[in-house]
């Protein structure tokens, strides 16, 4: 049952990595969270949530970005994906690499997988 989300998920991370953040936007709920990687933060709403990208991507090159490792649970009209990602970016003349893995909640809207949920958590 994976095969299915690794498309979607490919396609969510392109569409931040191209900058098509009305293309991200359509794949997230109106209410979706993102949760910091410290648990500690918490952004709500689908139009506060791309904004994260896209500010991070308007000082941001990505060098590199690598998903593996995915994993997709499903229960019912919920699945929940993990997977690994590598990612080198340029930032402010700066090179920065991590590793770590991203974990989505999907649900069922409009007949289609959309993220509800999301947070990463970076290898140490």
Known sequence: ?????????HTINQAWIERDFAKLGKHLVP?????SPDFK???IGRAAVVKTY???MSHSQINEFKESELAADVFGEMVMVTYRFDM????GGARSTVVGHEML????????WKVAWRTQVPRG
């Open 31 to 35: 209410d979706c969270v993102l949760v």
């Open 105 to 112: 909640a999907f649900v069922r809207s409009d007949a289609q």
């Open 54 to 56: 896209e500010e991070f």
């Open 41 to 43: 933060g918490r952004i």
């Open 1 to 9: 049952m994976s095969e299915p989300f690794e498309e979607l998920v």
């Open 88 to 91: 080198t970016w340029t930032s």
